[in-house]
């Protein structure tokens, strides 16, 4: 066992100075200076696409409205005067597409007729406060640091910031 792993050893000691006495290197180690520009260009053009990318989505994060003012864009009311009931439908986004016919009344309908995780925007009913909440979707990510959302009160119509203020909201 002993005896193996020394002629090992020397096998390997053998290859090393083989390697080392051979004058063949790459054009690199040859003209460090080539190098050294080539690794400094690379990094330019590095930083250059990093920094533009952050300010593009910065300015975009900064142009794209919240998700309470994509909602209230979005709104849109028409009273019904043969079922004597206000109805409001609200486009938010591509993804999003929802109406509540018969607001403030008992028999208040909600209907979703677009709604994707998968597009800029989406919408899902809580139960416990009862409101419509709007949420960023898959194509809204990253366009806030936070989680933002709106809620709509199937009471009034109104869009409001939190649920708390949309289940006290008349």
């Known amino acids: 066992m002993l005896q193996s792993h ?19 290197s790459p054009l690199w180690y040859r003209t460090p200076y080539v190098a050294i520009l080539l690794s400094v260009a690379a990094f330019a053009v590095f930083c250059m696409f990093e920094t533009a990318g952050k300010e593009g989505a910065a300015a975009y994060a900064e ?29 938010v986004g591509t993804g999003l597409h929802f109406v509540i016919e018969g607001l403030g009344q008992r028999d208040t309908g909600i209907t979703f ?25 898959k194509k809204g990510e990253g366009i806030a640091d936070v989680p ?3 809620f709509v009160s199937p009471r009034n119509g109104k869009v409001y910031k939190s ?8």
């Open 63 to 91: 142009s794209a409205p919240t998700v309470y003012e994509a909602v209230l864009k979005g709104k849109t009311c028409k009273y019904e005067e043969s079922s004597q009931s206000l109805n409001c439908e609200y486009t």
């Open 113 to 137: 007729l677009k709604s994707s995780a998968d597009e800029d925007f989406f919408a899902s009913l809580g139960l416990l406060h009862g409101c419509v909440i709007v949420a960023r979707g």
């Open 148 to 150: 933002e959302f709106a």
């Open 163 to 170: 649920w708390e203020e949309c289940q006290d909201g008349w």
């Open 6 to 24: 020394r002629r090992w050893v020397n096998r390997n000691v053998k290859r090393e100075r083989c390697m080392k006495s051979r004058r063949v």
